[in-house]
């Protein structure tokens, strides 16, 4: 089993932050354009990224240690260690556990439940590696428990203190739920149903103040037009100078339901994303996350594509050849800084260019896509550039570009004439 630690430098107790600093260091040292054709750096770089995509992430790395536990302990230990707990971790393990948080929680007012201290003990145990390992014993009976019993143990995490995060928690719960169940869609169907329920619960409850007032002010306004009504059929006018005609036809007032915040709907957004399994990164200069698996294809030549990107945005750029329509480069450049695409092989090009804020990643069917959260906006270059040696009279001549880009707004300010495409375009 690789030591991942031991591959960036930092003890099993780093922080999060010491685990970045060392990944970045090391990823300047050993990258590909610093070691052309170093096939060891190069295996080095990709141990390291692997190190790093395990280590960032909080799942990963709690069962990344599990594993690592259990195989560097002695012989003697691990034997003893298997009779008192591996051997006997089961579907039954689990449900027990589950119904223990259960019965914490029965009969406790939602408000003075820790829905933050409930959601990460729920989600703690139902890892991926988990849910896996309870599918895989294809005890049926027993998960059918575990998931009655986790959607008893969810119930309070509709009554957190905002809607956001209510259904951040349910969203990130129920989908795993959803996939214990196997192929039993009766057991999906609730789990579904208890989604929308918690999350109306959860507007309910923020809101149930305005719902009251809003519907006492209903019941008020009814009650004095059908006042009304009785005194004009009887009198064929109001009697009191025509004071309360204005109630007729007047329509009722009711108070909206706030409206989330620029910030509250983005983090929203970002949660919604993670669900679904985009994993946020944050990328040094001519860098992409590892799960692109992409070798970048170079020249002899020293020329470059200077990109000079303004403080706008970050961007992401695809040097694309136009013979093949085929990538040749894919490289992220963050907002206010300058980065040059060296040795880009002889022939003719155009760029893919995707704009934006917190850029994501997600791997399908063995491709990596990207995408940006904020703002994101995705174009195709009109104007190629000719990479090929120009002979002169006096030897030859090495054609290079520089690029300026910005966006400013909804206005986009560059050197270069271009067309929107789609996300989808723009991940072919």
Not at 281 to 292: A, F, K, Q, R, V
Not at 346 to 364: Q, V
Not at 420 to 428: L, R
């Amino acid at each position: 089993m690789k030591d991942y630690y031991k591959l960036l430098g930092v003890p099993p107790t780093a922080t999060a932050d010491e685990i970045k600093k060392a990944y970045r260091q090391l990823a300047l040292k050993y990258h590909p354009d610093r070691n052309q054709g170093d096939k060891q750096s190069e295996n080095l770089f990709k141990q390291i990224t692997e190190a790093y995509e395990i280590l960032s992430d909080s799942d990963s790395r709690k069962s990344y240690d599990y594993e690592s536990r259990r195989t560097t302990t002695s012989d003697n230990d691990r034997k003893q260690t298997s009779q008192t707990s591996y051997e006997k971790v089961t579907p039954l393990t689990f449900l027990n556990i589950f119904k223990e948080i259960e019965k914490k929680i029965i009969g406790v007012d939602a408000s003075r439940i820790n829905q933050r201290n409930l959601f990460d003990s729920i989600n703690d145990l139902l890892t991926d590696k988990n849910v896996e390992f309870l599918i895989q014993s294809k005890d049926t009976q027993t998960n059918i428990k575990i998931i009655e019993t986790v959607l008893a143990c969810c119930k309070p995490l509709g009554f957190a203190k905002h809607p956001v995060y209510a259904f951040f928690y349910v969203d990130k719960i129920h989908p795993k739920l959803a996939k214990l169940t196997g192929s039993d869609n009766e057991t999906i169907k609730r789990i579904y149903k208890e989604n929308k329920e918690q999350k109306y619960w959860s507007l309910w409850d923020k809101y149930k103040g305005v719902a009251i007032v809003g519907a006492l002010v209903i019941f008020l306004v009814i009650l004095i037009s059908q006042n009304n009504n009785s005194s004009s059929n009887q009198y064929n006018r109001p009697s009191d100078g025509d004071l309360n005609s204005t109630f007729i036809d007047e329509k009722p007032k009711l108070n909206s339901i706030p409206e989330l915040t620029p910030e509250e709907k983005l983090e929203q957004e970002r949660q919604k994303l993670i669900v679904d399994g985009w994993r946020e990164t944050e990328i040094d200069n001519g860098l992409l996350p590892s799960c692109y698996n992409f070798t970048p294809k170079k020249g002899t030549v020293d020329n470059y594509l200077e990109v000079h990107v303004g403080g706008g945005t970050d961007v992401a750029i695809k040097v694309m050849n136009i013979e093949n329509d085929r990538c040749i480069r894919y490289v992220f450049i963050n907002r206010g800084s300058t980065y040059r695409i060296r040795n880009i092989p002889e022939g003719r090009y155009y760029l893919k260019i995707a704009y934006g804020k917190d850029w994501f990643s997600k791997a399908i069917d063995g491709k990596c896509i990207g995408r940006f959260l904020q703002n994101p906006m995705y174009e195709k270059g009109d104007d190629t550039m000719d990479f090929n040696l120009q002979q002169l009279a006096d030897g030859y001549n090495v054609p290079s570009f520089q690029l300026k880009l910005d966006v400013i707004a909804s206005n986009t300010m560059n050197t270069f004439d271009s067309q929107n495409i789609s996300e989808i375009e723009f991940n072919k």
